[in-house]
């Protein structure tokens, strides 16, 4: 009993090894094809390759489109602003919940906003108060003659053009600021009164006055011309009053479908603010963002139309000049499937290798692209290794089973005839 | 008595309104070393065709080793030939990127599993076994006509074929392979051999002249077999 069960089992060892061997042989034989014919192959390498390059190149662009269109398009100013519910106005606690719910990791800029209606020369003009640095990166499309305001020196604020011209400002000029401060009534001007004691009432404690330098002439063409630009903090310190933003400027890298998704956690995260998706930018991007992919996606189906039909040919001719070869594998005994199997796991492995081969030039063609249409980098998607290679196997695969089913046209009493 | 190890009875091959076979009968033993001659288009390169499997009589019959093959389909004839024929071709026919052992394993791999030190023993039979790990590039032309014997032999066929075996060889080459039929017919091997050479066809135990599709002379060659096998081999020393 035992030594039956021995011999079962030496006899299912020797099975398995003739396996191990077989196979040992296929890989032999299959890889030597493609080795030491290797010259002959390299054609059929190279178009799979070129095409694995283009495909993985492309889908890389496809995927890190969105992204570095998203940012170009946040150079055209804020996609979400976000007002106040009701009369109430946005505290930093709130801005603060509003930063960690977008997440800073999808924020260009973000920008609070307070307007405040001040006098010169008694006239009324509104200077926005904002975190300047923020502002610079929603606007960067803003002309600014001179330079950007910054926190540093507060006392220096940039002039919408429209202003500059009306009160006849320079860069460097200096302007004095009044109005009344947070929470105080406005007094009017008693006719009666003289010229010094309307001074002292001005000066008086419900009122402010600042005296500001230009550092910055504004332009775009828009409303921004007609407002002063400063620092939120000198102006709620001018004012006299704790940080309350009016609306706040968001520049998000999103398109329209994620930019809805976060409005609505806003609405349902922080009841106090109101998201407002500013749809010409969205839609603008989204429109250009479809077509630009489905150009990429047009393009990448044709590369792969164009690789099958390269390799279709190469397998046709492959078959046509191994002819006497496969012949003889037949007259040695070899079923047509068995043929068949060696020349497909020959397709296999070119795809392997044209496969492996483009994912790097792909990357480093998407590389080249990115950075000169964008002018920025792009990360190795690792992903795309084994999906290129797996795209390329199925390529070769297929573009090979018509001309590695000729294999059974194949007669070798034909083809083995002596001279 | 040896063994009938193939018949062909009324055997004919018509393409068309050609006659490429015609009415063949006959009958070859187990350990038979025949050589088949004729002029070009006498029916040789079909006759071996049919019995190597590769073809089927359009009428007749083909008994090889007791079967009749003759109206068996691809798939079996592919079957039979890879288990009872060891093929011998003019050109040789090794693939190039294979060493002379892997070519020779090529058939064993066809038939059951590969064995590389069996394929060294079928080439240290036909003397090569220093050149195993040669490409066929590498390897004359006698070298390659042995590599492909030891390919023929390598999983013990039942009828050795060959279509005009040493026409590619120059006359040593082609007296190294005859003695190797010898010694192959010595240890038993039934051996068809087509020719166009009277000296490669003179050293068979019996010739069969084929013209116009039919058999036309059945020559006994026993009396002179041992005889002319000395004698070529004395001309070569």
Not at chain 1, 15 to 36: E, N, W
Not at chain 1, 141 to 154: C, K, L, R, S, V
Not at chain 1, 289 to 295: D, M, P, T, V
Not at chain 2, 109 to 120: F, G, I, L, T, V
Request: aromatic share 6%.
């Amino acid at each position: 009993m035992e030594s039956e069960e021995l011999g079962v089992r030496s006899e299912e060892l020797k099975t398995s090894s003739r396996h191990g061997s077989r196979k040992a042989f296929y890989v032999k034989m299959v890889s030597g094809s493609l080795i030491r014919r290797a010259s002959r192959l390299i054609i059929a390498v190279l178009a799979i390759a070129i095409g694995a390059t283009i495909l993985s190149g492309l889908v890389t662009i496809y995927y890190d489109i969105p992204e570095q269109l998203g940012r170009e398009f946040r150079s055209y100013g804020a996609n979400l602003i976000v007002l106040p519910r009701g009369e109430a106005k946005i505290t930093r606690e709130t801005l603060s919940k509003l930063e960690n719910l977008i997440g800073s990791a999808k924020i260009v800029g973000m920008a609070p906003y307070r307007y405040q209606t001040v006098k010169i020369n008694e006239q009324p003009y509104i200077i926005a108060g904002t975190d300047l640095v923020q502002a610079e990166k929603n606007s960067p499309f803003w002309y600014i003659e001179g330079e950007w305001g910054n926190a540093q020196e507060p006392d220096s604020v940039m002039i919408g053009h429209e202003i500059a011209a009306t009160l006849n400002l320079k860069l460097g000029d200096s302007f004095t600021v009044q109005g009344v401060k947070y929470g105080e009534q406005a007094q009017a001007s008693g006719q009666n009164l003289s010229a010094i004691e309307n001074q002292q009432r001005d000066l008086a404690q419900q009122n402010f006055h600042k005296n500001l330098k230009v550092r910055g002439i504004v332009s775009t063409g828009g409303a921004e011309e007609g407002f002063i630009f400063a620092d939120i903090d000198m102006l709620d310190e001018v004012i006299g009053d704790t940080f309350r933003a009016d609306v706040i400027e968001c520049s998000v890298i999103a398109d329209a479908k994620e930019l809805a998704a976060i409005s609505s956690q806003i609405e349902q995260n922080i009841s106090e603010l109101q998201p407002r998706a500013v749809r010409r930018l969205t839609q603008s991007q989204d429109i250009v963002l479809g077509k630009l992919q489905a150009l990429v996606l047009l393009v990448t189906v044709v590369v792969l139309i164009i690789t099958m039909i390269s390799v279709y040919t190469t397998m046709m001719a492959m078959v046509a000049e191994r002819r006497r070869e496969i012949a003889l594998k037949k007259a040695l005994g070899a079923e047509n499937k068995l043929v068949m199997s060696e020349l497909l796991g020959e397709g296999v492995l070119l795809g392997f290798i044209g496969g492996a081969l483009g994912v790097f030039l792909g990357f480093e063609f998407a590389q080249r692209v990115s950075l000169n249409v964008f002018g920025r980098a792009i990360n190795f998607q690792w992903a795309l290794i084994p999906l290129t290679i797996a795209v390329f196997i199925i390529i070769t695969v297929a573009a090979s089973i018509i001309p590695v089913r000729k294999v059974m046209d194949i007669h070798p009493a034909i083809v083995l005839k002596g001279e | 008595m040896s063994k009938k190890i193939l018949e062909l009875q009324n055997v004919s091959k018509i393409y068309g309104s050609l006659k490429a076979l015609a009415d063949i009968n006959l009958s070859v033993n187990a350990g038979d070393w025949l050589s088949i001659m004729g002029p070009s288009g006498s029916g040789k390169t079909t006759m071996i065709n049919i019995i190597g499997c590769m073809d089927t009589p359009s009428v007749g019959n083909v008994i090889l080793d007791g079967v009749d093959i003759s109206k068996e389909n691809a798939a079996s004839l592919t079957r039979i030939r890879r288990d009872k024929i060891g093929l011998i071709f003019q050109q040789f026919h090794l693939i190039s990127y294979l060493t002379a052992v892997e070519n020779v394993m090529v058939a064993q791999y066809y038939h059951s599993m590969p064995d590389e030190e069996e394929a060294m023993e079928a080439l240290a039979k036909v003397g090569l076994k220093d050149r195993a790990r040669h490409l066929p590039a590498q390897l004359s032309g006698g070298e390659q006509q042995r590599v492909c014997i030891a390919r023929a032999l390598i999983n013990s066929p039942q009828i050795l074929l060959g279509d005009e075996p040493t026409g590619n060889l120059d006359e040593e080459n082609e007296g190294i392979v005859v003695d190797i039929f010898r010694r192959l017919h010595d240890e038993g091997v039934t051996i068809i051999i087509v020719t166009h050479d009277p000296e490669v066809g003179d050293v068979a135990q019996r010739k069969i002249i084929l013209e116009h599709g039919k058999v036309v002379d059945d020559i006994d060659q026993s009396a002179t077999f041992g005889e002319s096998l000395k004698l070529r081999s004395q001309e070569r020393n």
